[in-house]
């Protein structure tokens, strides 16, 4: 007699999802990947599986493109203002008033991308799980994480500065340390001090891949931006495939040990 085993094979935590819609009906399914001996995803899946997010969710590129049209318009505007305080103001005036306007542009700049960022991740993160990048989903969730956001990112700036007057090294090293900040803040609802700990630990327990993913985002940046012409317009592109490299690797090495497929389910139907 012989014994079939009817447990059900599970599926790769780690692997991309497909969807499948009939009337009616949802399904969502991963798609089978390799594990390494921790089991947690390859490295290389995970540049694979940014590559397929992107390219299956284009709408990732809008929350970058946010904060480009603000500067290009914010620049229009700031120009025709000056015109016109340069006609009807005096010297003293125009001068406070350029200031004020470069330091409310500036805040707004600022402001404009860590949402772009935190957008980016959080709709990264729900294409980790099967759902389609969901655009005001995203807006809604970085809004509410808005404040930690921005003061963390003060924070960390701060730091990295002083580490950069101090010989340069030390800010070097916090810069790398500090990387996933956004990821912690939107993803685990840490921020401050906390935030900066939990990025300082997970790059300490990932040293390798985490240098790897800063190191190839690096390249990846530099080789497009060097690009005659369209460069610019070659690294705006590539952002969303940056933001998801750094997201996937942080969902898959985070050290609750809990994928974004164990959170979800390996399948979901609804009727």
Same mark, same amino acid.
Request: aromatic share 8%; proline share 4%; net charge negative.
């Given at each position: 007699?012989?014994?079939?085993?009817?447990?059900?094979?599970?599926?790769?935590?780690?692997?991309?999802?497909?969807?499948?819609?009939?009337?009616?009906?949802?399904?969502?399914?991963?798609?089978?990947?390799?594990?390494?001996?921790?089991?947690?995803?390859?490295?290389?899946?995970?540049?694979?599986?940014?590559?397929?997010?992107?390219?299956?969710?284009?709408?990732l590129i809008v929350p970058s493109l946010v904060p480009v049209s603000a500067l290009v318009l914010g620049?229009?505007?700031?120009?025709?203002?000056?015109?016109?305080?340069?006609?009807?103001?005096?010297?003293?005036?125009?001068?406070?008033?350029?200031?004020?306007?470069?330091? #409310?542009?500036?805040? *707004?700049? &600022? =402001? /404009?991308?860590? +949402? %772009?960022?935190? !957008?980016?991740?959080?709709?990264?993160?729900?294409?980790?799980?099967?759902?389609?990048?969901?655009?005001?989903?995203?807006?809604?969730?970085?809004?509410?994480?808005?404040?930690?956001?921005?003061?963390?990112?003060?924070?960390?700036?701060?730091?990295?500065?002083?580490?950069?007057?101090?010989?340069?090294?030390?800010?070097?090293?916090?810069?790398?340390?500090?990387?996933?900040?956004?990821?912690?803040?939107m993803i685990d609802g840490r921020s401050g001090l906390e935030a900066l700990k939990a990025?300082?630990?997970?790059?300490?327990?990932? #040293?390798?891949?985490? *240098?790897? &993913? =800063? /190191?190839?985002? +690096? %390249?990846?940046? !530099?080789?497009?931006?060097?690009?005659?012409?369209?460069?610019?317009?070659?690294?705006?592109?590539?952002?969303?495939?940056?933001?998801?490299?750094?997201?996937?690797?942080?969902?898959?090495?985070?050290?609750?040990?809990?994928?974004?497929?164990?959170?979800?389910?390996?399948?979901?139907?609804?009727?």
């Amino acid at each position: 007699m012989k014994f079939e085993d009817t447990e059900k094979a599970q599926p790769d935590k780690n692997a991309i999802f497909q969807s499948d819609s009939g009337p009616g009906n949802l399904t969502i399914e991963p798609v089978a990947g390799r594990e390494n001996k921790t089991g947690k995803q390859d490295l290389g899946d995970i540049f694979s599986q940014a590559l397929e997010i992107y390219r299956h969710n284009p709408i990732l590129i809008v929350p970058s493109l946010v904060p480009v049209s603000a500067l290009v318009l914010g620049m229009l505007i700031f120009v025709g203002y000056l015109g016109l305080m340069a006609i009807f103001a005096d010297g003293g005036f125009l001068a406070l008033s350029f200031l004020a306007s470069l330091l #409310l542009f500036a805040v *707004l700049m &600022v =402001v /404009l991308i860590f +949402l %772009a960022e935190g !957008a980016s991740i959080e709709m990264i993160r729900q294409a980790s799980m099967g759902d389609a990048a969901d655009l005001s989903t995203a807006w809604k969730s970085t809004r509410k994480n808005l404040e930690p956001l921005v003061l963390t990112s003060i924070l960390a700036g701060i730091m990295i500065a002083l580490g950069y007057a101090l010989f340069f090294i030390p800010g070097l090293i916090l810069s790398f340390a500090f990387y996933f900040i956004t990821q912690v803040v939107m993803i685990d609802g840490r921020s401050g001090l906390e935030a900066l700990k939990a990025s300082y630990r997970f790059v300490e327990a990932n #040293l390798s891949d985490c *240098l790897i &993913v =800063v /190191l190839a985002s +690096l %390249a990846i940046s !530099a080789v497009l931006h060097s690009v005659p012409v369209i460069g610019p317009l070659l690294g705006l592109i590539s952002l969303p495939y940056i933001y998801a490299l750094a997201t996937l690797l942080y969902l898959d090495r985070r050290s609750d040990g809990k994928s974004p497929q164990e959170t979800q389910g390996e399948r979901v139907e609804i009727d």
